[in-house]
């Protein structure tokens, strides 16, 4: 009986293991499609104005998700840090959805996504130049494929744009320092991704806004006046943002039901079905070459995250190393290709 209690529970949590990583796709690519349908087909071409949408409709969310729903317990955060640990972060934060969303602008999905793939390498690189952080020889050797992947995805692209590829590449960076200033602005506070969102997404609303007005105002008021059908277009903008807080909560859910490898092979998964439903809805070119670059840098991208997992696993079991109880050391191990950071 306690061994068929135990399949049981077993395949329950499995069970509860693919919903979460379902789901988290589901909201994932559904974010991704709605953004580029918002530029391509609705000709909404105002990428800061949707990242600010996002941000609104990502506050409001938290709120009802901490407060009303009681999903998960506020996070105490001292007035002081909010701006002096807090703002920094959701700077780095707003940036990094800025030019995602700019990227997604000007070039296709699957070639933005094929980019944001890079970031493992950006963490890794600049955690060594900022830090001077050594890594082993096996962390260097699995950025070569993600390297190499990325070159020949971006010299096959048949729809490439340089301001979009270098938008994708600033929101790596943007990523990874993100990753990098989260160990040292963050310490002590144990953040979970709808507390995250509760305390950044004002921030970077606030920050934002003001540039929003200026720059897009006049092109937001013009639109409305050209488009042919404002209420459902504005429906799709709004549904996007709260697709946008649906998504961190999908990744709160994913993060406790999973372990950190199936979360690495599944963020790589997740970008191969991105890349195929954007290419089944707007049929942008892809030529074969350019279809092995993106191959080549997720299954890079997997092996990175393995052998992180493997040295995280080894440094645990190792009996007086120096740094296995080092907070550093653990944020270091940790596979960096999504959002599973914030466990720590």
Not at 25 to 54: E, M, R, Y
Request: glycine share 8%; hydrophobic share 50%; proline share 4%.
């Amino acid at each position: 009986m306690e061994s068929a209690a135990g399949g049981g529970g077993g395949g329950l949590s499995t069970m509860r293991a693919v919903l979460a990583i379902l789901q988290w796709w589901g909201f994932n690519v559904t974010v991704i499609i709605t953004n580029k349908w918002i530029f391509q087909k609705l000709d909404f071409k105002f990428p800061l104005t949707v990242s600010c949408v996002h941000f609104i409709c990502s506050s409001i969310g938290a709120y009802v998700a901490i407060h009303v729903l009681k999903a998960k317990p506020l996070i105490q955060v001292e007035p002081e840090d909010r701006w002096r640990r807090i703002f920094p972060m959701s700077f780095v934060f707003c940036m990094n959805i800025v030019l995602g969303n700019v990227s997604l602008r000007y070039i296709p999905v699957s070639f933005m996504q094929t980019i944001k793939s890079f970031t493992p390498a950006t963490t890794v690189i600049l955690q060594w130049l900022v830090w001077s952080k050594h890594f082993e020889w096996r962390i260097w050797a699995s950025l070569v494929p993600i390297v190499g992947g990325i070159l020949l995805t971006s010299m096959t692209e048949l729809s490439f744009n340089m301001f979009g590829f270098c938008a994708a590449m600033i929101g790596c960076l943007a990523t990874s320092t993100k990753t990098i200033l989260a160990e040292s602005l963050l310490h002590g506070y144990k953040f979970d991704s709808i507390n995250t969102v509760y305390y950044m997404a004002p921030f970077a609303t606030m920050i934002l806004a003001l540039p929003a007005m200026l720059l897009e105002g006049g092109g937001v008021i013009g639109w409305f006046y050209t488009h042919d059908s404002i209420v459902s277009a504005l429906v799709i903008i709004l549904g996007s943002g709260m697709l946008a807080f649906c998504l961190n909560f999908s990744i709160f859910y994913v993060i406790h039901s999973t372990t950190a490898v199936t979360f690495n092979v599944a963020g790589n998964l997740k970008v191969a079905v991105a890349v195929l439903v954007s290419w089944l809805i707007f049929r942008n070119p892809i030529s074969p070459m350019n279809a092995i670059g993106c191959a080549i840098t997720l299954v890079g991208c997997t092996f990175y995250g393995y052998v992180r997992h493997l040295i995280s696993q080894q440094q645990a079991v190792t009996p007086g190393s120096p740094r296995t109880n080092s907070p550093r050391s653990r944020l270091e191990m940790l596979p960096l290709v999504g959002d599973k950071q914030d466990k720590v």
